[in-house]
Every structure is written in C-alpha cells, then in structure tokens.
C-alpha cells in the first residue's frame, strides 16, 4: 500500500505543497448480495462538493483517491448508479484525518500525510415503479412491540436529518408499520419521541417484492449514557454483542488495556448483584432468536474509545463463513444526547466479528471503522 500511495502522489500531487491523502474504499451490491460491476460512484463531502467520481470492478468494489484541501470534515456521502437498479445513498461518517497516516514525500519540498478508509457497502435495489417495506418497532430492552410510536422515512442509508420526509407513518397495536414509495431503494427511519421512549433512526430496504425492517426504541439516554443494541435475521440463531469502554481514571484492567469488556459471559461492569453499583451492564440478551441484545453504559469516561462489535458465536470457528454479513444485522447506537446511529452488516463478507464504529467519548463522535475479522474467542477482551 505504502509504494502504491507514494507513486500515486508523486505522479499527481501538486509540487511544492504540504496536504493530506486518504483513500476511501467499498462495495456495491445487489438485492440479492451480489456484486454490482459497472456502478457510477459519485463521492461528495457533507456540504455537497464532489470529490471523486469512479466506477465498481468486476467484484463490485470502487476506490477513490481524495486530496485534503477537500477534506474539511468528517462527512462523506455517496450517490451509485448501476444500469437496471434503483439509485443508491449512503452518508458516512468517517474519521478522515486521524493520526494513524503514513508520511510520503514526493521531492524534497513536497509532505503529504496518507491513510486509508473502508466504508459499508452500499446495496441497490431492482429498479421498480413502486417498493414498500413491512416492519415492526421493538423495545431495545425487553423485545416487546411499541405501538402508537409515529415514523418518518428519508431517502438514503444513514439519511440526515435534514434531508426530504418521502412519508410518515405511525406504528400499530403490535409495533407494526408500512411503507410504500415510488422509488426502491435503502431508506432511512426516524421514530419520534413517546412516552418512555426517546427518538431513534434505523434502516428501511424498499422492494418492488416488500422489503422487512425492524427497528428498536429505548429509554431517553443521557448525556453521559450510550445505548447500543442489534438485531439480526434468521440465522445464525447466536449474534453477540461486544462493548469495549475505557476504564475511569485511566486505571488499567487485569489486562492492561485500560478498557473493560461487557457482553453475555461478562454481563455488567463492575461485577455487582445491586444494578445501582454499576456504571454498565447488558440489558437483554439472546441466545438463540433475532435479537435485540442490548448493552447500556450509565456513566462514560472522560476520555477514550468505545467499540461496539457484533460477534457470531454460531460460526466463529469457521474462517470461510459469511452468515455474520449476511445475517441482516443492524447496530442501533445512542450516546449522550446526540443524533442516534444505526449501521448494516455488508454482505459477502467472510468474518465472525464485525466492528462497524468507534465512539470517541471525549467528542462523542462515532467514527465508521467497518473493521471485519475472523478467529477471534469470546472471552479474549484484545479482540474486541
């Protein structure tokens, strides 16, 4: 990577500057998880100057190189369009300048700082003239079904607050809900505000056959709280989710990383019957169904990073399986009092771990990592 960056600078970086270099990376793929070769990617920063403009391989994967006079914030989105397939969106937030880069020089007065960044696939519906998704709202906490929880739909995964309401809606007696649009595609869910309930944003996928969604709502989160919380399909029957946080006052675990490890076999931090003695706990597991689990974080630290990781204890001793990827799963993420997240598994991937975001709580920002791994033993806090 480093001799590809370094000719790739050398043979367009503008002579006798210093700046900043990082390549973004992804895929594109069908409904049905297939790659999508030929596909028009349009990159944009968050204020809408486009950046690159590329096309997906054979394996449906696209590169773009990006020069850091046109770095000016985290925010990147993107617009694919693939013959035979609805247009695609996708909003990520990626830490573009970060302090793990490469220096290049390319001649004597010419300094620029490299990095690399992967984002999620970005999956394309069949082009159609009407899609619709079928889906249900849950308590992130017991699983239960939340009716009366009114929802907005936006065009576009991870869709920002201000961009167009394409319907509303408002969820049944059983937490059920439908949406229909012109256009198929992923679309983003915002359910409001309710009693007992704070607001919350999840993927919707629109089909011309009907698409499936489920989202979660839990309590208000303060502003030094964080909710994280997945589900998934139908298989594998075992998703694990892996909080790693960092320790308060700096004080180093038995394993000397500085951070603790919550998840089922390790199910609250510190290890106390009485709920009001500890600073984080799960709040629901399961063993053997599609979700939610769900981890809460009472009281952050002052400094450091949490990683949220989803684990597939189903599989996680084969290094050619993809049932993680392909599982549907979703990461809904609530910390402080900010904009709540979610991320989507990508499909395709070989992996029994999946990191998707970093939260550094100092800013509260959640930075897109989309770290994939295989190998990795539950119980081995350096992996999560």
Known sequence: ???????????????????????????????????????????????????????????????????????????????????????????????????????????????????????????????????????????????????????????????????????????GSTGEFLFEADKAGMYTVTAGAVTGYGPARFPAFLTGAGGRAVGLVGPPVGADELRASVTWGEAPFDLDLHVSAPLKGGISGADGTGQYHLWTGAPSHPERADEADREAWMERTDLDGQGPETAWIGSLAAEGDVRLTVFDNDNRSDADSSALADSGAVLQVWVGEDLPRYWTASPGEIASAWRPVEIDVATRVPYAVEAWSVGSAPTDPDAF
């Open 1 to 171: 990577m480093r001799l590809f960056l370094f000719a790739l600078l050398a043979g367009c970086a503008p002579v006798g500057i210093e700046g900043y270099w990082v390549e973004v990376h992804g895929r594109v793929v069908g409904e049905d998880g297939a790659p999508v070769s030929g596909a028009t990617v349009l990159v944009a920063t968050g204020e809408g100057a486009l950046v690159a403009q590329v096309r997906t391989n054979g394996d449906g994967a696209w590169r773009a190189p990006l020069e850091g006079t046109n770095l000016d914030g985290n925010v990147l989105v993107a617009l694919v369009r693939a013959s035979g397939h609805a247009e695609g969106r996708a909003t990520f937030e990626v830490n573009l300048r970060s302090p793990d880069v490469t220096t290049l020089r390319a001649g004597p007065v010419q300094t620029w700082d490299a990095t690399s960044r992967t984002l999620a696939t970005v999956q394309l519906a069949e082009e159609t003239d009407a899609a619709l998704v079928t889906g249900r709202v849950l308590d992130a906490q017991t699983g239960s079904p939340v009716p009366k929880v009114p929802l907005t739909l936006q065009a576009g995964w991870n869709a920002r607050p201000e961009d167009p309401v394409v319907d509303e809606t408002e969820t």
